[in-house]
């Protein structure tokens, strides 16, 4: 019988992918994601499931999409607002806050059950394997079209930050303005609070990690500056929650779950995967310094209009101040250090891709914000538009594409978006539709509704039976009927 050789003290293994290691497991990318998102926690929405102000794990994906929805590649910039983009957003907020403590307001047979299944090991691990996919899906489009720094230097990255600082605080944001200036102000300004409650804990968190971060040796100062903001939040939580009780509110950031546009989502995620990625600190901390910088513009505007649309002057927005071109420059000496010094130029160019990217999702989310208040504002005149379009499509003969649903009582059409626009025609039945906490809109036989391309609904059928089809209508023939 032969002996097998001795291994040499200095032989190394075999290096393997992970890809090899794991096999079909990421042989394709969908499986993953269906895999993951089967879990319990995730499943379609109820109709007792418009919020969760008790469940923070219960937080409705609409796994049955991901049977033809594909993640495989980058998502375009042109269509990060559509399914693939909202969905792949819920999802990685998932995997995200999975890797944290959460706990619900009381104790509650539903939040134990679902907790569970949100912070079980199958959960977690499926969780890593899917974060790739959705990272590489959802963000791979910032790679393109950056505006390349003139030279990697701190100055010219302190005039970048400069001279944003100055254009926002001139400009606030289009949304904030536009919540105020809705008929049904109440609802518009109420949408938007709940978009903040989105965003603002995920940046928190995100900055709370990076305290947590080992950067002591080379960047004394980092984590306890980063701390200190950590602190501040965490200090300023009774005026932060009173600030949505007085809107009649809950601060958990899941109880509106189905209520989080994809763009909200965004921005939280983006924050929050560069705080978990130990190789892009230089990127984190560019994002940190947009953060910083947006949140102290937009504290006096988004107080204006919660102020005109529901009376409240929160101490919260209050409390924070603003921020001038030179302190906002002073943020990148503060953030960087030694780090330029130490790693070279390398570093500054992190750190610009990182405030440029969060400045392009800052803006996409405002265009969403803006986009989804004012068809919500007016949605008579999108009944009046669908009237329109069906009349045409009828004295036409025009042939569409249409999908047609036969739904029974009390069934759930968890929140979600289209990539295309679309009428909603009711057959038979009753319905109440909706996009917004505030209130349901009644659907019954005939009515119809024009339902623009990447606009946040849901619905729920009333009715013992509820029949009723969507047809898909070009952009020119939308144009037609839908006047700004």
């Known amino acids: ?157 302190k005039d970048v930050v400069r001279r944003y600082c100055e254009r926002r605080n001139a400009e606030p944001r289009e949304a904030y303005a536009i919540a105020a200036g809705r008929k049904d102000a109440h609802s518009a300004a109420t949408f938007l609070l709940i978009q903040t409650g989105v965003f603002l804990p995920a940046a928190y968190t995100a900055i709370g990690r990076g305290a947590l971060a080992e950067t002591t040796l080379s960047h004394p100062g980092l984590r306890p500056w980063l701390g200190e903001i950590w602190r501040r939040w965490t200090a300023a939580a009774g005026d932060y929650q009173a600030m949505f009780q007085g809107a009649g509110l809950t601060s958990s950031p899941a109880a509106y779950w189905q209520f989080s546009l994809g763009s909200s989502l965004a921005r939280g995620n983006h924050l929050l995967g560069l705080s978990l990625s130990g190789d892009r600190l230089p990127e984190f901390l560019g994002a940190v310094a947009h953060f910083l910088v947006d949140q102290a513009a937009s504290a006096e505007p988004l107080a204006d209009a919660l102020r005109d649309a529901l009376g409240l002057s929160p101490a919260y927005l209050r409390g924070l101040g603003r921020i001038s071109p030179e302190d906002a420059a002073g943020l990148v000496d503060r953030l960087l250090g030694p780090l330029p010094a130490l790693f070279g130029g390398g570093v500054v160019t992190g750190f610009h891709r990182g405030f440029a990217d969060a400045a392009r999702l800052a803006g996409q989310w405002d265009g969403d914000l803006t986009e989804q208040l004012v068809w919500a504002d007016r949605i008579e005149d999108y009944k009046t538009a669908a009237e329109g379009i069906q009349h045409k499509l009828l004295t036409e003969k025009i042939e569409v594409d249409l999908d047609t649903f036969v739904e029974t009582h009390e069934e759930t059409s968890t929140t979600h978006v289209h990539d295309e626009h679309r009428l909603v025609m009711i057959e038979s039945g009753q319905m109440h539709f909706w996009n917004n906490v505030t209130h349901r809109i009644a659907l019954a036989e005939g009515d119809k509704l024009l339902i623009p391309t990447s606009r946040l609904h849901g619905s729920v059928v009333l009715s013992g039976t509820c029949v009723y089809h969507q047809p898909i209508i070009p952009e020119e023939m939308f144009q037609e009927f839908v006047t700004d």
Request: hydrophobic content about 40%; proline content about 10%.
């Open 1 to 157: 019988m032969s002996e097998s050789p001795a291994p040499q003290p200095d032989s190394q293994p075999a290096a393997h992918s992970v890809a090899a290691l794991l096999g079909d497991l990421t042989a394709d990318p969908n499986a993953v994601l269906k895999a993951y998102a089967a879990n319990e926690a995730f499943r379609a929405a109820t109709a007792e499931e418009l919020t969760t102000p008790d469940n923070p794990f219960r937080r409705p994906v609409r796994p049955a999409d991901l049977a033809w929805l594909d993640y495989a590649s980058v998502l375009p910039a042109e269509r990060q607002l559509l399914l693939s983009g909202l969905l792949g957003h819920r999802m990685l907020r998932n995997v995200y806050d999975a890797e944290q403590t959460i706990l619900p307001p009381r104790a509650d047979p539903a939040a134990a059950t679902d907790g569970e299944r949100f912070n079980s090991f199958e959960n977690r691990l499926l969780g890593t394997l899917a974060r790739p996919i959705l990272e590489n899906h959802l963000f791979g489009f910032l790679a393109e079209g950056r505006d390349d720094l003139p030279e990697p230097t701190v100055e010219a990255v």
